[in-house]
């Protein structure tokens, strides 16, 4: 299984910097009458990470992150955000958070710059020398490509406009932390891969971790330095989409053509087989490709059985499929 | 700086907002012009019919008591209104995710609804003025007892909104609440003197604060002689400022409580439920 063996290297090895984690979730769980939606989900997270919470509707995602904003009481496990118990969290804690909610239809009549501000003006008082609060609301509204749209009306903004101002609700108070609940839905593929610049502009320049939860596998290897998979109340992988890739498929897939035939060959030594490959036919060789059987592959079924209700199989087979 | 300085501040300036707000659309407009039209015409129509036992007109009897009706409303409703409303569409989560959001975001409504309330009753008073004879509006003693019943008012009413918004998760149900209301105000003599109503009506009446504002409004702007046909021939000051106060007070306990608990279970799932119930009765 990854997660024992990962956590078996980190723990031992980071044991000292779990001081420093921005996250730190041991043996979490949540009860819902006699529901348990979190089964003992355990993760840390470093200073300047970004980690994706992957998995399946329902998979509990969003309990963990609202565990997290300390919007939520947890059942048991032990929780430190900032090195607070969420659940005790004061306002001091609290401004050094960005939460990007769902948002709906809240603030409607409220313009766009006007709303900024006045949000901005709760988290004056939390402003110190090395993190000036809050965030200049003209910067903050071109990074987040709400530029001419500053003096409009909320109410009026499209979808994916006010996805964009909800980020940058979260952003106002210049947050240490930043929790982002499914932030892209609703977005077309530009404004995707906008927000995605801005997320690695954030953890790049203003050294803000970030947490950020999304079914879309896609999302989540752009955006993630790690990648925690969440399914059945237990986080089944935990690493880099890399790392994830290569536990997942040990094989790949090489394709190639010669003299106008196209073949397709699957080896787990794909090097091995393509250097054989031009030994035995040299120059004949055209179009080779060669790709691992994605992560996405594994992970859709995973999704697929976890949505037809076979969720203890799903995760049984990803767990034997990334031994 | 201080924090709650810093909320109570940003609370200012966001019911200031808000209520700039109401006037920039219709919806709001029409909240407050429909109600003034419709009291306005109601009391013409009773300018010339008089208050039993006197030769007052009954119109400019009625005109303080809607007053009191406006201040009783404004506070009760609209704040009940605004705290689901706004929670059901999430101004409430957003406010609970910024530090002393809460607190400013509270300080922003009650500014707002006292805002709301205050311009509901001087659209409603001015034209009155020109309309109606025998008010007495001519000393300053008129507008100071005018002005203690509406702090008193709002005081009472405020905190009766704000638990009553935060039990309700559905403003569609606001039915339940706003039922019992509309009967109060019509037991409450706003209309019609309560004196012509039996005994055990005018007793129910004046235990809520509906009556209280009537009346009190009534020996603001009424002619010291108009005390004569109240209950106990007089306008009751002390009794007004003690059943106000009764409530303001177990208001000011009960309030506090029941708001932390509501904003303690705001959460995005919660609210992410509601949206969909809503968008359930929309499609």
Same mark, same amino acid.
Request: proline share 4%; charged share 10%.
């Given at each position: 299984m990854i997660v024992a063996s990962e956590l078996g290297q980190s723990t031992s090895g980071a044991e000292p910097a779990r001081e420093a984690a921005m996250i730190d979730v041991r043996g979490l769980r949540m009860r819902y009458g006699s529901v348990d939606v979190l089964k003992g989900v355990e993760f840390t997270v470093r200073r300047g990470e970004v980690l994706t919470l992957l998995g399946p509707n329902g998979a509990g995602k969003t309990t963990i992150i609202e565990i997290l904003e300390g919007f939520r009481m947890r059942s048991a496990g032990e929780v430190r955000v900032l090195g607070v118990d969420p659940a005790k969290g004061d306002e001091q804690w609290r401004a050094r958070l960005g939460v990007v909610l769902q948002s709906w239809r809240d603030h409607g009549k409220w313009r766009v710059g006007e709303l900024l501000h006045h949000l901005g003006s709760y988290y004056v008082p939390y402003s110190t020398p090395e993190r000036r609060r809050p965030h200049d609301v003209g910067e903050l509204i071109e990074a987040v490509g709400l530029g001419e749209h500053a003096d409009q009306k909320i109410a009026s903004l499209s979808g994916g406009q006010r996805r964009r101002l909800d980020v940058a609700v979260g952003l106002v108070g210049r947050p240490e932390l930043l929790f982002l609940d499914e932030p892209t839905a609703g977005f077309d593929p530009h404004a995707r891969r906008d927000f995605h610049d801005l997320v690695h502009r954030l953890s790049d320049l203003e050294d803000t971790t970030i947490l950020l939860t999304t079914h879309d596998l896609d999302e989540a290897e752009k955006l993630a330095d790690r990648i925690l998979i969440l399914a059945d109340g237990r986080i089944i992988a935990d690493g880099s989409a890399d790392v994830l890739a290569r536990r997942v498929s040990r094989d790949a897939e090489v394709r190639w053509s010669r003299d106008g035939e196209h073949f397709v060959h699957a080896t787990p030594d794909a090097t091995g087989f393509v250097r054989e490959l031009f030994a035995q036919y040299g120059e004949e060789i055209a179009d080779l490709e060669v790709r691992r059987t994605s992560l996405e592959d594994t992970y859709m079924s995973l999704v697929r059985q976890f949505e037809s209700g076979q969720a203890e199989a799903a995760v049984r087979e990803f767990e034997e499929a990334s031994r | 700086?201080?924090?709650?300085?810093?909320?109570?501040?940003?609370?200012?300036? $966001?019911?200031?907002? %808000?209520?700039?707000?109401?006037?920039?659309?219709?919806?709001?407009?029409?909240?407050?012009?429909?109600?003034?039209?419709?009291?306005?015409?109601?009391?013409?129509?009773? $300018?010339?019919?008089?208050?039993?036992?006197?030769?007052?007109?009954?119109?400019?009897?009625?005109?303080?008591?809607?007053?009191?009706?406006?201040?009783?409303?404004?506070?009760?409703?609209?704040?009940?209104?605004?705290?689901?409303? %706004? $929670?059901?569409?999430?101004?409430?989560?957003?406010?609970?995710?910024?530090?002393?959001?809460?607190?400013?975001?509270?300080?922003?409504?009650?500014?707002?609804?006292?805002?709301?309330?205050?311009?509901?009753?001087?659209?409603?008073?001015?034209?009155?003025?020109?309309?109606?004879?025998?008010?007495?509006?001519?000393?300053?003693?008129?507008?100071?007892?005018?002005?203690?019943?509406?702090?008193?008012?709002?005081?009472?009413?405020?905190?009766?909104?704000?638990?009553?918004?935060?039990?309700?998760?559905?403003?569609?149900?606001?039915?339940?609440?706003?039922?019992?209301?509309?009967?109060?105000?019509?037991?409450?003599?706003?209309f019609y003197p309560i004196t012509s109503f039996p005994g055990w009506l005018q007793g129910i009446a004046q235990v809520f604060p509906i009556y209280w504002l009537g009346l009190g409004m009534r020996s603001a702007l009424l002619p010291d002689g108009m005390a004569a046909v109240e209950l106990g021939g007089s306008w009751r000051h002390l009794e007004t400022l003690g059943v106000l106060g009764v409530w303001a007070a177990v208001g000011l306990v009960v309030a506090p409580i029941i708001l932390r608990r509501m904003a303690r279970r705001e959460s995005g799932a919660n609210m992410e439920a509601r949206r969909q119930r809503a968008l359930q009765r929309v499609t």
């Open positions: - | 700086m201080n924090t709650t300085l810093t909320a109570i501040r940003a609370g200012l300036a $966001r019911g200031r907002i %808000e209520l700039r707000q109401t006037f920039t659309n219709s919806q709001d407009l029409w909240n407050y012009l429909f109600p003034t039209v419709v009291f306005l015409v109601v009391m013409i129509f009773m $300018r010339n019919a008089t208050v039993p036992g006197t030769n007052f007109s009954l119109g400019a009897r009625t005109m303080p008591s809607v007053l009191g009706m406006v201040v009783a409303f404004g506070g009760l409703v609209n704040l009940m209104m605004a705290l689901t409303v %706004e $929670r059901e569409d999430g101004t409430l989560l957003r406010a609970k995710a910024i530090p002393n959001g809460m607190l400013g975001y509270l300080v922003g409504k009650i500014v707002l609804v006292s805002g709301m309330t205050l311009i509901s009753l001087v659209i409603v008073l001015v034209p009155s003025l020109f309309i109606l004879d025998g008010l007495a509006v001519g000393d300053l003693g008129s507008w100071l007892t005018l002005a203690w019943v509406l702090l008193l008012g709002l005081v009472a009413t405020l905190p009766l909104g704000a638990v009553f918004g935060s039990l309700f998760s559905n403003p569609r149900n606001m039915g339940v609440i706003m039922l019992p209301v509309m009967g109060l105000i019509a037991t409450s003599g706003i």
